[in-house]
């Protein structure tokens, strides 16, 4: 029995998502989960079928592998097509062209040649045997290339101490052109700040960095997706860069890297090591002199120098800079804690209170705190270099607790004045009576002006004046004017005063005059 190849419904996906779609093989195999290869063959047996979208409907499995599969001939067992290596190695030389695209021409004309793989081993053990070399063809402005020399040069200090400087170097892959410098480490700081002055070096950016997979800026190692650090991410993002790094123990990835530190050593290195330096920027000094003369060394088998062909190949080829250079910043994770505050460098910064127990990442510069959840940024505060300090913007409290911070003099007062003058004297009064504890005095005035929200400021302006001329300042007592309607009255009742009556009992102040004369 013959077992069917593949499943019937792929095939008619992949028709679907080719014809009607209009997706491209690539993202069709991702879709079908089968392999680009795969996708490709299907439409060429498809395509030779003469089989158009949408299907007929009475057209059952069996029949569409029938017509996409045939049976082979009686003389199935003869060799495949074969392949003519000579035109394929040939085709390989001109520019834009690929194994892929050279093997997709061949199925093509022979759909029942070998596979994908089965082409490429062929044609590299055909290229082996006759001890063919390859050379790596570089885009102009494409790709380039960064490592760390192996060499260090010393740097003493006027303390009498010293370290070894770092020696960053980076080359253009079409020029050679080189970029050296020294740094005091290779960690982050120096790392991406050296690439900041790397592109300003080359008035532009490539389109690629291929890195050596030093943990400044790969955190993990990955034949096919490594993880980047995330300034370093961040960094190339800034200069619309893209990141390849070079695979491990694979030396040809980063070749003109390699041949960049090789010469690096040899013509610039080499000729300070009898020199003692005792700071950075005077190593620096020197670096550039010998740098430039590297590059503009003529070259010995070919026309020009790294800077004439840089200048003609390379730099109109580079995409223009960014505004503002990239600021150096470092990321951290963290979670935000019940109080709603992240802990970062010893400091703690406030973010909205609905991200309590949520997983953050913190981005740190000189001058600026900023906190992001799920990539999206919730709080950005200047930076404090103090230690054990909590920094706090009011918009992130809860209501209930907004309402607590708000409470204190100035605040009290200011919302006081916008309600009348006489509730700003009544509050002003409270607040300066010296024998009533000042937490106390905060929640007496809080509590008189939450009557704002229930009478309005009119009717409380009158009832704090009227508590005023009776000199009384408690909020439970202006709160009972208010709900008795004392507002409403006036300050001094008017009556008729009339003369007492006579009687025998009552004394008069004639009486009072002789007593006081006895």
């Given at each position: 029995m013959?077992?069917?190849?593949i499943?019937?419904r792929?095939?008619r ?5 080719r014809?009607?779609?209009k997706l491209?093989?690539r993202k069709i195999?991702?879709s079908v ?6 996708v490709?063959e ?7 079928a003469?089989l158009n ?10 029949q ?6 045939p ?6 067992n003869?060799?495949?097509p074969?392949?003519?290596f000579?035109?394929i ?7 834009g062209v ?8 061949y199925r093509t004309t022979s759909?029942d040649?070998?596979?994908?793989s089965?082409?490429c081993n062929?044609?590299?053990a055909?290229a082996?045997?006759?001890n063919l070399?390859?050379p ?10 960064i ?6 040069v010393?740097i003493?200090?006027?303390d009498?101490?010293?370290y070894?400087?770092?020696v960053?170097?980076?080359v ?6 080189i970029?050296v410098e ?5 960690q ?7 690439h900041v002055r790397?592109?300003?070096?080359l ?12 943990k400044s800026g790969?955190?993990?190692?990955d034949?096919?997706?490594?993880e980047?650090n995330q300034?370093y ?7 619309n860069?893209?990141?390849?790094p070079a695979?491990v ?5 980063k ?11 040899r013509?610039?290195?080499?000729r300070?090591?009898?020199r ?6 005077e190593?620096?000094?020197?670096i ?6 590297l590059n503009?060394?003529p070259f010995?088998?070919l ?8 200048e003609?190949?390379?730099?109109p080829?580079?995409d ?6 990239y600021?150096?910043?470092n ?9 709603y505050?992240v802990?970062?460098l010893?400091?703690?910064y406030?973010v909205p ?17 900023e906190i992001?959840?799920?990539?999206k940024?919730i709080?950005?505060?200047i930076r404090?270099f103090?230690r054990n300090?909590?920094?706090?913007d009011p918009?992130?409290?809860?209501p209930?607790?907004r ?6 003099p100035e605040?009290?007062l200011?919302?006081?004045?916008t309600?009348?003058?006489n ?5 002003k009064?409270?607040?300066d ?6 937490m106390q ?13 229930s ?5 409380l ?10 000199g009384i300042y408690?909020?439970?007592?202006i709160?009972?004017m208010?709900?008795?309607?004392l507002?409403?009255?006036?300050l001094?009742?008017?009556e008729?005063?009339?003369t007492s009556?006579h009687?025998?009992?009552v004394r008069g102040?004639?009486y009072?005059?002789q007593?006081?004369e006895?």
């Open positions: 013959t077992r069917r190849r499943n019937m792929r095939i996906e992949v028709l679907r998502l014809y009607e779609l491209s093989q195999s991702k989960r089968i392999a680009q290869s795969c490709f299907y439409l060429v047996r498809a395509r030779l003469n979208w949408p299907l007929p409907e009475n057209l059952d499995d069996d569409l592998e029938a017509i996409c599969f049976p082979r001939s009686s003389n199935s003869q060799e495949r074969p392949i003519d000579a035109h190695h040939k085709e390989m030389k001109r520019k690929t194994l892929q695209l050279l093997w997709e021409e759909p040649g070998v596979g994908y089965h082409f062929q044609y590299s055909w082996k045997v006759r070399w390859m790596q063809q570089h885009k102009a402005g494409e790709k380039l290339f490592d760390y020399a192996g060499m260090t010393p003493k200090n006027s009498g101490s010293s070894q400087a770092q960053f170097i980076a253009m892959g079409a020029s050679n052109y970029y020294a740094t005091r480490t290779q982050l700081s120096d790392w991406i700040s050296s790397m592109f300003q070096f008035g532009g950016c490539p389109k690629c960095l291929i890195p050596d997979n030093l790969v955190n993990s190692t034949r096919y997706e490594p980047l300034a991410l961040e960094m190339a993002q800034h200069y860069v893209a990141i390849v695979r123990r694979a030396p040809k990835d070749s003109k890297a390699e041949n960049g530190v090789q010469n690096a050593e013509q610039i290195l080499a300070l090591r009898n003692v330096f005792f700071s950075l920027d190593l620096n000094e020197e550039r002199i010998l740098r430039n003369e503009q060394r010995q088998k026309e020009g120098c790294r800077l004439s062909v840089f003609e190949i390379d730099k080829q580079l223009p800079l960014p505004i503002d250079p600021v150096f910043a990321w951290t994770k963290g979670s935000v804690d019940q109080n505050h802990e970062v010893k400091n703690n406030s209170y609905k991200f309590v127990r949520q997983k953050i990442e913190a981005r740190i510069t000189d001058k600026t705190v992001f959840c799920k990539s940024r709080a950005g505060h404090s103090e300090k909590y920094i706090t918009d992130h409290y809860p209930e607790h309402a607590y911070a708000n409470c204190n605040n009290l200011s919302e006081a004045k309600a009348g003058d509730v700003a004297d009544w509050v009064a409270v607040l009576d010296p024998l009533v504890y000042s005095k905060l929640r007496t005035c809080s509590g008189a002006l939450r009557l704002l929200k009478y309005g400021n009119h009717r302006n009158a009832a704090c004046g009227r508590g005023m001329h009776l408690s909020c439970k007592s709160e009972s208010l709900k008795t309607g507002d409403h009255q006036p001094y009742k008017t008729v005063m009339t009556p009687h025998e009992f102040p004639f009072y005059t007593q006081g006895v």
